[in-house]
């Protein structure tokens, strides 16, 4: 869960709106425009020009990494996408889609349509194949490919991961470039020519890690 921890981690320290686009160095805003083209479906990415955003931004402190968040609609559901250099988390405000108020047999379907709506067709061609569980609840995790590693991925549609968390549908897709062995530094995004002082590391985010090993 450290991705989702850096998050409300960034949350308690705020965002800052963005007026304009000052505040993103010009190759993070090509990242980030670039991975809303690859994840997406046609319109419903938040760098569409019809669609009103409200765009906010996190820079990395000794706690938390860069963020990106987007807050927007899409048909009838309520987006705030988080985006990381190495992910873009999706959340479903409980408000437009509450999945568990929904009676346990609709609950697949619906998840499924929602992420059929927000996708690039190029991830749910023929359908989305999540590995659900017998019961979606609280907490609940599932994935379409759960026994890839993210740091394997030879393209960001082999695993699209999901869940439901405080209530809320969340979807978490990775930008996994094929020519590149892991994932990018996460604390040196949207300051060009600056870093924070942090070793950048890996955590699957819906598992909490176990206790670290000793080095000899």
Same mark, same amino acid.
């Given at each position: 869960?450290?991705?989702? =921890? ?13 007026? @304009?686009?000052?505040? &993103?160095? @010009? ?29 906010? &931004? ?23 996408? &988080? ?6 988390? &999706?959340?479903?405000?409980? @408000? ?38 017998? !019961? ?10 759960? =026994? ?10 082999? !695993? ?24 990018? =530094? ?23 890690? @176990? ?6």
């Amino acid at each position: 869960m450290k991705w989702l =921890d850096d998050i409300e981690t960034a949350q308690s320290e705020g965002f800052d709106d963005l007026d @304009g686009r000052v505040d &993103v160095p @010009g190759q993070a805003l090509a990242e980030s425009r670039h991975w809303a083209r690859t994840l997406f479906a046609q319109g419903k990415s938040p760098y569409d020009a019809a669609r009103p955003v409200r765009r906010l &931004v996190h820079h990395a402190t000794k706690a938390a990494p860069d963020f990106l968040r987007h807050e927007y609609d899409v048909d009838d559901l309520h987006l705030s996408i &988080v985006e990381g250099r190495s992910f873009v988390l &999706v959340i479903v405000s409980r @408000g437009s889609l509450d999945v568990l108020a929904l009676p346990e047999n609709e609950r697949v379907g619906a998840i499924t349509r929602v992420a059929a709506t927000l996708f690039h067709p190029v991830c749910v061609s023929g359908g989305i194949c999540f590995r659900f569980p017998e !019961r979606i609840e609280e907490g609940t995790f599932f994935s379409t490919n759960p =026994d890839l590693d993210p740091r394997l991925l030879g393209a960001w549609q082999d !695993r699209l991961d999901a869940g439901i968390r405080g209530g809320e549908l969340v979807f978490l897709a990775y930008k996994r470039l094929p020519w590149m062995a892991g994932f990018a =530094d996460p604390f040196a995004w949207l300051r060009e020519g600056e870093r924070i002082d942090r070793k950048p590391r890996f955590r699957f985010p819906f598992r909490r890690s @176990g206790p670290k090993r000793k080095h000899r």
